[in-house]
């Protein structure tokens, strides 16, 4: 019944901390480029005015996909809040963002192709990271579940902070922020039209939308678990963290996919390998 | 008013199509989002794919070439949607109004809500035409007042056009 309540409020609450996320997003930005910015509520309004126009289909099996990215994005949020797997957790990420790959391939626009095979490549640049940071749980505490990181007492970062810099930059990569908003940017910033999102409108923009809120509320809550304990030190860093994120994109020009990936393999992927190799040589086998 | 309708009404995006204009009326348009203006104030997002936008403004005369894709244009933005004639060569065809490329206004090609007088025209005509082009999709029509830029005399705007 606990958890019946707990998975209830994650739902609706966590797309109403997502816009809300998005909206200070939004009026920070202005604020950093000397204008005045939208009201807060401002993605909400988005939101319900998508919901309010007409859907054209250009394909049906689109429609399927935006779903599954919805819902298993959903899932990956459960598996933390319910403190589950961390692996799982990371598995239905990929999944999630392979529907919306796989809905980016199935209309015929060259724009939504080019987003599709745009998003791939994010995809192969910061899923080795996540799952190295798997191993370097497991490496700490012996068991890939969350319930046993928020059950220590010492913090996960003291011992895996390199990886707490490579995850950093997965979540640049993840919000869709300025170097890499590659495959689909946010609003006022146009990449090849828009991207993977080009194809879809109205209601189904509104889908992906309200899944980008839960995306936000799950990548932020995985670098709460960093300070796990006491969690409101956690949230202090994610919220810092997402500060420093939107500095980032106001500060950085856009890259090119091919350096992001050679970026994000060369610093994520060294930063934790040796991570990992330190706590293999001082506590030994795992 | 329902919550989708507020919503139309505080979240306009916006997508610019240049017909065949001198790229004075586009600077204006631009000029929009600029800190000055800073149209984002009122959720007002240049869009750069039709797919996405709710208020087309369409800069320039009509040609025979970009007829077609502006009709193209036009019918890929999802209903419901408003279209913006922005400058006096969208809206009539202007100087370029008896070229032998040039069909004329906005209007030969698709139906326009409301049109913005001006070479070229300014900024908060621009951003004035917006809100009369929200207020009818808000429901209401509404009468405006409006002085105009040449003769500095007021003219009613009736019906969501301008009757100058």
Redo the contacts between chains.
């Keep these: 019944m606990n958890e019946l309540t707990i998975v209830i409020a994650t739902i609706v609450l966590a797309p109403i901390v997502g816009g809300l996320l998005f909206g200070i997003d939004?009026r920070i930005t202005?604020r950093l480029?000397?204008?005045?910015?939208?009201?807060i509520l401002?993605p909400?309004?988005?939101?319900?005015?998508l919901?309010?126009?007409?859907?054209?289909a250009v394909s049906k099996m689109q429609f399927v996909w935006i779903y599954c990215y919805l819902i298993l994005m959903i899932a990956s949020l459960l598996c933390l809040v319910l403190r589950a797997d961390f692996l799982v957790l990371v598995f239905l990420l990929g999944f999630a963002g392979v529907s919306l790959v796989l809905g980016g391939f199935s209309t015929k626009s060259p724009y939504s192709h080019f987003g599709a095979n745009r998003e791939l490549l994010q995809i192969l640049a910061y899923e080795p990271v996540l799952l190295l940071l798997a191993v370097g749980i497991y490496a700490k505490n012996g068991t890939f579940l969350i319930s046993a990181i928020t059950a220590h007492e010492e913090p996960m970062l003291a011992s895996l902070w390199p990886l707490f810099l490579a995850v950093l930059y997965v979540l640049t990569i993840k919000m869709r922020k300025s170097p890499f908003d590659i495959a689909t940017s946010h609003?006022?910033h146009?990449e090849i039209?828009?991207g993977i999102?080009?194809?879809?409108?109205?209601p189904f923009?509104a889908i992906y939308e309200l899944t980008e809120w839960y995306e936000i509320v799950l990548l932020l809550g995985v670098i709460a678990l960093f300070w796990a304990n006491p969690l409101w030190v956690g949230l202090l860093i994610a919220f810092a963290a997402f500060l420093l994120e939107l500095v980032v994109d106001n500060i950085a020009a856009r890259m090119t996919a091919r350096w992001m990936v050679r970026l994000s393999w060369s610093i994520g992927l060294f930063l934790g390998i040796v991570n990992i190799a330190y706590l293999y040589m001082t506590k030994g086998v795992f | 008013m329902g919550w989708i309708t507020k919503s139309r009404v505080k979240s306009p995006w916006i997508m610019h199509f240049d017909n065949s204009s001198c790229n004075g009326c586009d600077i204006e348009v631009l000029a929009c989002l600029t800190p000055l203006y800073d149209v984002e104030r009122f959720g007002i997002v240049n869009m750069g794919n039709p797919k996405h936008a709710d208020v087309l403004l369409i800069t320039g005369p009509v040609n025979r070439r970009t007829g077609r894709v502006l009709r193209n244009l036009y019918d890929q933005v999802p209903n419901p949607k408003m279209v913006i004639a922005v400058g006096t060569c969208a809206s009539s065809g202007g100087v370029f109004h008896n070229c032998y490329n040039v069909l004329g206004g906005v209007d030969k090609v698709v139906p326009v809500d409301v049109y913005v007088p001006g070479c070229a025209a300014r900024p908060e005509a621009i951003i004035d035409a917006v809100v009369i082009a929200l207020g009818e999709l808000a429901g209401g029509r509404r009468h405006f007042w409006v002085k105009c830029p040449h003769c500095e005399q007021d003219h009613e705007v009736t019906d969501q056009r301008w009757t100058i």
Excluded: C, N
């Design positions: 939004r202005a480029q000397g204008r005045y910015g939208p009201p401002q909400f309004y988005d939101f319900f005015k919901l309010g126009k007409e859907g054209i609003h006022a146009q039209v828009k999102t080009t194809e879809f409108s109205g923009l």
